[in-house]
C-alpha cells in the first residue's frame, strides 16, 4: 500500500467526523471557511508543517503553538478538532484530512472541481461561460473552475474534469497531427 492510500485512509474517518458533527451543530460552512484558511497558512509555511509533522516535538508545545495561531481566529469548534488530533498523534496528517473533507464537502454539494489550463488570461464572461457548460455536461449543482496558466499549450486551453481531459489547445493538436502523420 501506497504511502498516500494509508494517510488517505486514516485521514478520511476524521474527515467524515468533522463534517458530520458540524452538520448537526449547523456549523457547515463557518468549518469550512476556517479550514480553508488553516489550509493557506499550512501552504504557506513549511516550517509549521514540518513542527506538526515531527514526532519527537511534544504534544503540549504543538498545542500552544495551535492555539497562538488559531485560537482567535477560527472557530472553538475547528480548534477542538486540532486539539484532538494533537492528542491522539494525527496532527501530522492535517493536511491530508483538511484535503479530504474538501473531497468530501464537494461530493456532499454536487461540486464539480475542473481544471482549466490556459496559454493567456481568459475573462469573467470566458468562465461563466464555461462553467455553464460544465455544469451541463457533468449534471451538478456547483462548478469550482480553478484556473491554471500554462505556456507551453501555445494557444487554446485544456480542462481536467476528474479523468476527464478535454484538450483544446494548440500544443495538442499539433501534437495529434504529428501522430496522425507519423502513423502513415
Excluded: W
Excluded at 32 to 60: A, F, H, M, W, Y
Excluded at 79 to 108: P, S, T
Amino acid at each position: 500500500m501506497s504511502n498516500q492510500s494509508f494517510k488517505d485512509k486514516i485521514a478520511t474517518p476524521y474527515a467524515e467526523a468533522l463534517i458530520d458533527h458540524a452538520q448537526s451543530l449547523n456549523l457547515l460552512t463557518e468549518v469550512t471557511k476556517d479550514l480553508s484558511s488553516i489550509s493557506t497558512v499550512l501552504s504557506e509555511s513549511r516550517d509549521l508543517q514540518i513542527l506538526l509533522q515531527n514526532p519527537l516535538v511534544n504534544g503540549v508545545i504543538k498545542k500552544e503553538i495551535l492555539k497562538q495561531l488559531f485560537e482567535n481566529q477560527v472557530n472553538t469548534f475547528v480548534m477542538n478538532f486540532l486539539l484532538v488530533l494533537v492528542d491522539r498523534r494525527r496532527v501530522a496528517l492535517l493536511h491530508n484530512i483538511i484535503q479530504k473533507y474538501f473531497d468530501l464537502i464537494c461530493i456532499l454539494e454536487s461540486t464539480t472541481i475542473a481544471e482549466l489550463y490556459s496559454a493567456i488570461d481568459i475573462t469573467e464572461v470566458q468562465q461563466e461561460g464555461l462553467v455553464q457548460k460544465i455544469k451541463s455536461m457533468t449534471s451538478s449543482n456547483q462548478v469550482k473552475l480553478v484556473i491554471r496558466k500554462d505556456a507551453e499549450l501555445i494557444g487554446g486551453f485544456v480542462i481536467k474534469i476528474g479523468s476527464k481531459i478535454i484538450d483544446a489547445s494548440l500544443a495538442g493538436k499539433l501534437k495529434r497531427i504529428s501522430l496522425y502523420l507519423n502513423t502513415n
